[in-house]
């Protein structure tokens, strides 16, 4: 399953690829980019564990920026 | 919105730096005339000035050194906030030092600047990328946001596209933007279809014509019934290919994280060991970890990072405005080497719209036609349909109709037979005809074993068919042209366009097998890229190094298939789209080189004590400015 969320007050480009280099390492990730110009993140996880896949990848983000939130 | 305005993050930012260099220029002009270090006597005296530069320091730097601590409990080390405070607080520890050991006062002004430019570097960076995020993203900005639903009661309401049914009525004021695709049943108007297609000249509408939603009506109300949902128009398609654009990263966009990823640390390495080596070495502390605080100001990789994406973004966006939809900016990148063109040729080099240019009866051209047109007329086949249209008459019912495969069809009906088809035909049914010798399709046409005449049917050549073919071979690519017509024809066309080559008499499973051998058969820099109107080359589309479809308007398999998409039937977006992924990675080398030669210089002249703190903010902040503004370039006017 692959799902494009909006991201809010993502300010710094190097934040955005330090998220995207944190989530592609979380298990059950099949494919991850986020885009610094459009303010998206593009997740691509298996079907059955993409609501945890979600959660965890929140966390991540919040460790890195936490300014930056993730809109569901 | 204006691409001026700024949010009030943005407002109320600028206004703390302005009042914080305000401040800062005031204490320092201060500072130079009276210096505040000789205001008191004794050996603190360096408390007064110390205690003023930190108030502005404070002032400034609060939500970094905010962030920094907040990122530091998140083990995030090599942040550029934090690195920015150890540069900054080591300078003021520097300075103290000094004070406390009776060395002259200084240093305090400086650290005070650092973090106070380095604010006003992250405001205009953040204000030019939201900018040109805001003027790209308006181009591409198409979706509706109503539709005015008809209710059984005879009003109107406003609706969210999303909740409209295929087969309900929509009303579209003048200037409304159509919701969702449709036909229209009442009205007649001009659409302006200039965020889609990029074509400047208002089409017309009116009862019966397809309505493309992202248009903008012109005129006058229009009721158009709802043929797709929302989710399924064009509209729909196209923003979603372009929010996915940017997921499809190029190469050198990789190449950035990669070395952001090792640049940070190797900086803060170096940083560290300049500030102790030398320092055991000689034994002068203070000048070494100065050096080395001015490392760590250059150590983040930021203008980089930033700059490229935006001129991805920005050579996305420029190519939009023309209605050239390329879905990722590793497309633009492959683009801008793509050296072999292979055309398909029918609705791509040529208009695609048979017409009968020329009939050749044996002795009545009326009869010709009519039983041409009675053979025919049930076919599916642009042919066909050509000569049904050119007749324009009912034609005789009760005929039997066969269709014989790669030869023609027979038409019968009480021992009447009509043959209608090409030469094989004619002579596997031992019929005498007269050879039409010019280059077209010919269609023979017989009766009861008496031939009757022939119809010649050719299809037009693109206007700009030439003229485009030309431009490309003089950027060096090879042009070539795959159709299923014969030689005659593929001959033809190729020298009347000047392109390179062609393959002739291919059925639509060949052209994939042919494509499938150039694509083995080519060198591995080679790209080579197929264009085609997507009906039936979606595999050769999908296949090629870059897919190309053309007039991508309504046609949702193209769009699927391709990697970009000219949405308006114009074979000079080609040329058009390879200026642009030109000055685009022309763009992207100029920033990468720029900025990294810039960076390692300023390295270079801190490690010897050359540069210095000043010159090193400029090496972050200012850099990254310079390389957004470059990257503006990219969207400017290619026609």
């Known amino acids: 399953m692959k799902k494009t969320y909006k991201l809010e007050d993502l300010d710094c480009a190097n934040c955005a690829a330090k998220m995207e280099r944190a989530i592609a390492k979380i298990d059950g990730v099949r494919a991850v980019s986020i885009s610094f110009m459009t303010q998206r993140m593009a997740l691509e996880a298996e079907d059955d564990r993409f609501e945890d896949v979600l959660q965890k990848a929140i966390k991540a983000c919040r460790k890195i920026e936490p300014d930056c939130r993730i809109l569901l | 919105m204006k691409p001026s305005s700024m949010s009030t993050k943005e407002r109320r930012a600028l206004i703390r730096i302005c009042v914080a260099l305000f401040l800062f220029l005031v204490l320092f002009i201060i500072d130079k005339t009276v210096v505040l270090g000789s205001v008191f006597q004794g ?34 080390v090599l942040d550029e906030n934090f690195l920015m405070c150890i540069a ?52 591409m900005d198409i979706r509706p946001d109503y539709a005015n639903l008809l209710r059984a009661d005879g009003s109107y309401e406003k609706t969210d596209p999303a909740e409209v049914c295929v087969g309900d009525t929509i009303l579209i004021n003048p200037g409304e933007r159509v919701p969702l695709d449709g036909v229209v049943i009442k009205g007649a108007s001009t659409l302006d279809t200039k965020a889609l297609t990029g074509e400047s000249l208002p089409q017309e509408a009116e009862a019966g014509s397809e309505v493309i939603s992202g248009s903008v009506n012109l005129t006058s109300q229009l009721y158009v019934r709802v043929e797709k949902t929302f ?55 203070s ?16 203008a980089l990072v930033i700059s490229i994406p935006l001129s991805f973004f920005a050579g996305i966006g420029a190519a939009s405005k023309y209605g050239i939809l390329v879905k990722g900016s590793n497309y633009l990148e492959k683009f801008d080497r793509a050296n072999i063109f292979v055309f398909d040729k029918t609705g791509t080099l040529t208009k695609g ?27 599916n086949h642009p042919i066909a349909q050509s000569i049904a249209a050119r007749y324009g008459k009912p034609t005789d019912k009760g005929y039997t109709l066969t269709n014989v495969a790669g030869a023609g069809i027979i038409a019968e009906k009480d021992g009447d037979v009509i043959l209608c088809g090409n030469e094989k035909l004619m ?80 059925l639509p499973q060949d052209k994939v097998a042919e494509a499938e051998r150039m694509l083995t058969e080519k060198k591995p820099k080679d790209v080579l890229c197929f264009v085609g109107d997507g009906i039936n080359d979606a595999p050769v589309l999908m296949r090629s190094d870059i897919g190309i479809a053309m007039g991508g308007v309504g046609s949702d398999a193209a769009i699927e298939a391709s990697d970009i998409v000219l949405m308006k ?5 080609l040329p058009l789209a390879k200026r642009i992924a030109r000055k685009t990675m022309a763009i992207v080398f100029e920033n990468i080189v720029f900025s990294i030669a810039i960076k390692v210089a300023i390295l270079i002249l801190s490690a010897v004590g050359i540069a210095n703190m000043w010159l090193a903010v400029f090496g972050d902040v200012g850099v990254a400015v310079l390389a957004i503004l470059n990257a503006m370039r990219v969207n400017s006017k290619y026609q």
């Not at chain 2, 005296?45 to 110390?50: E, K």
């Not at chain 2, 073919?469 to 042009?479: I, S, Y």
């Open chain 2, 43 to 76: 050996s603190a005296a360096w408390v007064f000035p110390f205690c003023l530069y930190l108030a502005v320091y404070l002032l400034i730097g609060y939500d970094v050194l905010w962030k920094a601590l907040r990122n530091i409990l998140h083990g995030q």
């Open chain 2, 88 to 139: 900054t607080v080591g300078a003021f520890a520097l300075a103290i030092y000094r004070g406390v050991t009776g060395q002259p006062i200084e240093g305090f002004d400086e650290a005070c600047a650092v973090l106070l430019f380095y604010q006003v570097g992250e405001w205009f960076q953040g204000y030019a990328t939201g900018k040109s995020r805001k003027s790209i993203a308006g181009l």
């Open chain 2, 231 to 285: 989710y399924d128009s064009t509209v729909s398609k196209i923003l979603e290919l372009v929010e996915n654009a940017a997921g499809q990263k190029s190469k050198a966009e990789n190449f950035i994280t990669r070395f952001a990823k090792f640049y940070t640390p190797i900086v803060c390495g170096v940083a560290l060991l300049l500030a102790v080596l030398p320092g055991l070495i000689t034994g002068d502390w």
């Open chain 2, 287 to 302: 000048t070494w970890v100065y050096r080395a605080l001015a490392f760590l100001v250059v150590s983040c990789p930021c």
């Open chain 2, 353 to 379: 719209n048979f017409a009968i240019t020329k009939i050749t009866p044996a002795n009545n051209a009326d009869e010709v036609l009519r039983l041409a047109a009675l053979a025919e007329h049930a076919s």
């Open chain 2, 427 to 506: 002579e596997e049914h031992g019929i005498p005809f007269c050879r039409e010798t010019d280059v077209g399709t010919v269609v023979y046409v017989a009766r009861n074993g008496t031939f009757i005449g022939s119809l010649l049917i050719t299809d037009e050549i693109k206007p700009e068919a030439k003229e485009v073919a030309g431009a490309l071979n003089t950027m060096g690519c090879k042009t070539f042209m795959l159709t299923g017509d014969n030689a005659a024809i593929a001959k033809n066309v190729a020298t009347e366009t000047g392109l390179t080559g062609y393959r002739a008499s291919l």
């Open chain 2, 569 to 573: 039937d114009d074979l000079r977006g």
